[in-house]
């Protein structure tokens, strides 16, 4: 056997032997309440997948403007809850209506990311 094909055999077991450790995933999206009002609190609530151990961005988008990252390092399987923040402040910035809030992570590898995406209501309180 040549070394090029040792080589290349080396990196195949390699690449099948992480593969099965490998997850990416945010289900179960929820941004509440919804409708919100100027003085309610919005939260983004999801799990979040991330395995094995490394870095990612955390991103929140709302109508597809970033809105809030964080950067972590860490392997994950848990529920999470981001706050958004509140409510007046949205509106002030995105304005009355349905807006689509969305979450993305991407690998800081750059070749991998997920997202999930969820309609939330922004409203004048009742007159």
Do not use: W
Not at 37 to 53: H, M, W
Request: proline share 4%.
């Amino acid at each position: 056997m040549t070394n090029a094909r040792r080589a290349c055999l080396l990196v195949l077991f390699a690449a099948l032997g992480c593969s099965d450790d490998f997850a990416l995933s945010i289900t179960s999206l929820d941004i509440a309440p919804s409708p919100a009002q100027a003085g309610d609190s919005i939260v983004f609530s999801f799990k979040l997948t991330v395995q094995p151990e490394q870095g990612y961005a955390l991103i929140l988008l709302i109508d597809g403007t970033e809105h809030a990252r964080s950067n972590r390092f860490e392997a994950i399987d848990a529920p999470l809850a981001i706050s958004a923040g509140e409510a007046g402040d949205l509106i002030a910035t995105y304005g009355l209506g349905t807006h689509e809030g969305a979450v993305v992570v991407r690998l800081d590898d750059g070749g991998r990311s997920t997202a999930a995406s969820h309609t939330f209501v922004l409203e004048a309180p009742a007159q």
